[in-house]
């Protein structure tokens, strides 16, 4: 399976900045996700990140808020915009993998924006 | 739009008992993979067991397996021999012809000594 590292492991933010997340893979993923937990919630899927193309945005969620950058097979970016307390979460990469593709996940970064 | 439910909010077992999770889906599409992962209290998301819809047998990995019902849209997760180790959320996913992963709410499953 996918060894999928995470930058930072948490943070604490302060409203109106902008945190920058990367999501690094051992080897080359075409398909790349990244979600949101809110805590004691469920997983919530913000948008899938192909590399060569623009990513695709869940409902809920835009390109404003949450730029994503897909430079190579390897690397994703999520970019958390302008945080309020809301935006307080554990964010995850995720990437599919082998014949059955399953989807194997990064050890997240929590967010704290005070 | 496909959805996972999971009915059971916490479960508890003891020690080298063997403990049922649920989980069911409604879809429908007629190919399908179905996912349970584990969330321990590192908030590592760590895939437990898959299954594909095709197949009728029912998958296993050492002390995990499923129930797969698939007229019944029913995919329960059988854990034997429970561990201290396997306290943590549990979380059933699908993924149809889409390239979203749907996940269910979870279920806490606590591991009594």
């Known amino acids: 399976s996918a060894v999928i590292s995470q930058k930072p492991s948490r943070d604490i933010c302060q409203r109106g900045t902008s945190l920058t997340i990367q999501c690094q893979v051992d080897?080359?993923?075409?398909?790349m996700f990244w979600y949101r937990q809110q805590p004691g919630q469920s997983l919530t899927l913000i948008a899938t990140?192909?590399?060569?193309?623009?990513?695709?945005?869940e409902s809920g969620f835009v390109i404003d808020k949450f730029p994503i950058s897909r430079p190579n097979l390897t690397f994703s970016t999520l970019t958390v915009s302008n945080m309020s307390p809301e935006d307080s979460s554990i964010y995850l990469c995720?990437?599919?993998?082998?014949?059955?593709?399953?989807?194997?996940f990064g050890p997240g970064t929590r967010l704290l924006v005070l | 739009a496909q959805t996972v439910t999971q009915s059971q909010p916490e479960m508890s077992v003891q020690e080298a008992e063997t403990v049922t999770l649920s989980c069911t889906y409604d879809t429908s599409e007629s190919d399908y993979y179905l996912f349970w992962y584990k969330q321990p209290p590192s908030r590592q998301m760590i895939l437990v067991i898959r299954q594909e819809a095709y197949k009728q047998q029912n998958a296993t990995e050492n002390r995990f397996s499923v129930n797969f019902q698939k007229a019944a849209k029913s995919f329960s997760l059988k854990i034997s021999d429970s561990q201290l180790g396997d306290a943590a959320m549990y979380f059933c996913a699908y993924r149809g012809y889409g390239n979203k992963l749907v996940f269910g709410a979870g279920t806490i499953l606590r591991v009594k000594s």
């Open positions: 990140a192909n590399q060569g193309s623009e990513a695709t945005y």
């Open positions: 080897s080359q993923v075409t398909m």
């Open positions: 995720s990437v599919r993998q082998g014949g059955l593709e399953t989807q194997y």
